[in-house]
């Protein structure tokens, strides 16, 4: 089992900053590919940005994110983080944590990132 846990979401004006952090615990080796999807309400889940632990560590972005997206992996602290700049109302969203090992997919409970002013 991995146990995933988001935090880092709230409330910040549009053009403003936000870092997710999502710490990974429980049988964490092995675990093939961590990232990040959201959901808005009344939309589907999508994928935002996922990084590959192993295959080089490369990283995929959804279109809508990149140039203002960035996904890191601290791997001493078993930990995933999401530098979100330049954020627009349309960002607003639960954030949520993704791992996947053996394949199964792990989720964490998520984080509410709101862009408002």
């Known amino acids: 089992q991995v146990q995933l846990v988001e935090s880092g979401g709230g409330l910040v004006q549009p053009g403003g900053s936000l870092r997710l952090s999502c710490a990974a615990s429980?049988?964490?080796?092995?675990?093939?590919?961590m990232g990040w999807y959201r959901q808005a309400p009344g939309k589907q889940r999508e994928l935002v940005a996922s990084?590959?632990?192993?295959?080089?560590?490369?990283?995929n972005y959804a279109d809508s994110v990149k140039g203002r997206f960035t996904i890191s992996r601290d791997n001493a602290k078993n930990t995933v983080y999401l530098q979100m700049n330049s954020l627009k109302p349309e960002d607003t969203a639960v954030y949520l944590c993704?791992?996947?090992?053996?394949?199964?997919?792990?989720w964490g409970k998520g984080t509410l990132v709101t862009v408002s002013s």
């Open positions: 429980g049988s964490i080796f092995s675990i093939y590919a």
């Open positions: 990084s590959y632990i192993t295959s080089g560590g490369s990283t």
């Open positions: 993704n791992a996947v090992k053996d394949g199964r997919l792990y």
